[in-house]
């Protein structure tokens, strides 16, 4: 091979070799958000910060998030290289305890990494507990009145007041105390009296607690007739 005709595959190669480099690197400030602890139903409120580190134009084409978490692209889905752009997370608290863990995902043409994983974690603090969680009435006969209770906690250091306790369905009935003082329990009596012609039950008690702010609880309830 002369001298002229190698010189021409060499850098035929280098040329490749560079241009097959160009392309669009999706790079985040921070891919990981530690928010610490929050009360219940406290919104938990995060911008995720991105740049294209790339040579070519980076292509957002999608952003999905887990459950309890919505995320919002604020800045343009076609970034040029060197342009930064923002990513805005919200956090529901409302119906979280203990530690959790959100997962949002970036897709974009990156080639090295099609879809970027982002996180928000910590610890939420419940501030007012059922026990037990739901009801379930088993196995029930039409026509016949069930009864359970459950208690309500105040895991707060200031007194709640139980506004409103509304049910879905009219055979569906709770009797309560209005006032629930810091750091005490009360008792919540729920009864339940099934019509001829149903086969399960399902249906919720919604509680509305007034605090700080006013908060949303639900107590799921069961049944099956027989």
Do not use: W
Request: charged share 20%.
């Amino acid at each position: 091979m002369s001298k002229v005709r190698r010189f021409i595959v060499v850098f035929c190669v280098f040329l490749s070799a560079a241009v097959a480099e160009e392309a669009p690197q999706l790079l985040v400030d921070q891919v990981d958000y530690n928010f610490g602890e929050v009360p219940q139903g406290e919104p938990v409120l995060h911008t995720f910060k991105f740049m294209n580190a790339g040579d070519e134009a980076l292509l957002i084409s999608k952003v999905r998030s887990s459950c309890g978490c919505t995320a919002v692209l604020l800045s343009a889905k076609r970034l040029a290289p060197g342009e930064e752009g923002e990513l805005h997370a919200n956090f529901d608290s409302a119906r979280f305890r203990g530690d959790v863990s959100k997962k949002i995902y970036l897709y974009s043409n990156d080639p090295e990494v099609p879809i970027k994983p982002l996180q928000i974690k910590g610890k939420v603090l419940e501030l007012f507990a059922l026990s037990p969680r739901q009801i379930n009435f088993g196995s029930v006969k039409p026509g016949a009145l069930m009864e359970r209770s459950v208690t309500l906690s105040n895991q707060t250091n200031q007194p709640l007041l139980i506004v409103a306790a509304d049910t879905t369905t009219p055979l569906l009935k709770v009797r309560l105390e209005e006032q629930l003082p810091a750091g005490e329990q009360r008792p919540l009596h729920v009864s339940l009296k099934l019509k001829p012609g149903q086969q399960r039950f399902s249906g919720y008690v919604m509680f509305k607690i007034q605090g700080e702010r006013m908060y949303d609880l639900r107590l799921p309830v069961y049944a099956t007739i027989h």
